[in-house]
């Protein structure tokens, strides 16, 4: 069945360090790709998306670039910072498959941003 | 637009009480999300809607659970009696099928307590 498997956290950087999360999927389909965040003591945010083979989803300095050749849909960004920390979640979606209409998610990567 | 609604924001109740927590979705939106986090079993999926009709109800824990959609623009998530062990964030979400990638917009949350 569709999945998605993403880094073990907690990953802790320093402010301004380099980051990267791994996110890999399985789908039967075609899948759309997005990062969803979380801040503390809030709901999920759509972070970024893309919604085909060789996409590259940006926003807010974060970037992702969906990779067919290696199912993998990894979320970098150059320079963290301390309000960065928060829970990153990997999801897909499969229009027109038996999960039509639902995100499957990665079960989240905590990061903490250190000054 | 306001975004997803949920209320009540917070609610502390004792075991075997009924609680209900509800959800106002995205005008024109056509699915409807319930999900259940916790820091044991992270993000979990109760059910979803579609046009208003439960699609996928599989991750409902028992029967204490159900969940209705009358209408629209309104949901609800009851649980009848409660149990401490569903204390939890419960996030409604929702989305729409115009878009390719169904992404989905989150409420804040209801942050469950029962004692």
């Known amino acids: 069945g569709d999945s998605v498997t993403q880094m073990e956290g907690p990953v802790t950087l320093s402010e301004e360090a380099f980051l990267t999360i791994n996110c890999t999927y399985t789908a039967t389909g075609y899948p759309s790709l997005f990062w969803y965040v979380q801040y503390p003591g809030e709901g999920l945010q759509l972070l970024l998306k893309a919604t085909k083979a060789d996409d590259k989803g940006s926003n807010k300095g974060f970037e992702a670039t969906y990779r067919k050749e290696t199912t993998s849909f990894h979320l970098e960004k150059g320079s963290v910072q301390v309000s960065d920390s928060a829970v990153y979640f990997c999801a897909l979606s499969v229009p027109g498959s038996g999960n039509t209409g639902k995100l499957i998610f990665g079960q989240g990567t905590t990061l903490q941003v250190k000054p | 637009d306001a975004g997803v609604i949920q209320s009540p924001r917070h609610e502390v109740t004792e075991m075997g009480q009924e609680v209900t927590l509800r959800c106002k979705p995205i005008s024109g939106h056509d699915y409807l999300f319930w999900y259940r986090q916790t820091m044991m079993r992270g993000l979990e999926l109760l059910i979803y809607?579609?046009?208003?009709?439960?699609?996928?109800d599989s991750g409902m824990p028992e029967d204490r659970f159900s969940a209705k959609m009358p209408n629209a623009s309104f949901s609800t998530l009851k649980i009848q009696p409660s149990e401490p062990r569903d204390s939890a964030v419960y996030f409604c979400?929702?989305?729409?099928?115009?878009?390719?990638?169904?992404?989905?917009?989150f409420g804040p949350g209801t942050r469950l307590t029962v004692t």
């Open positions: 809607f579609n046009n208003n009709v439960p699609i996928d």
């Open positions: 979400a929702s989305s729409f099928t115009i878009q390719p990638s169904y992404e989905q917009y």
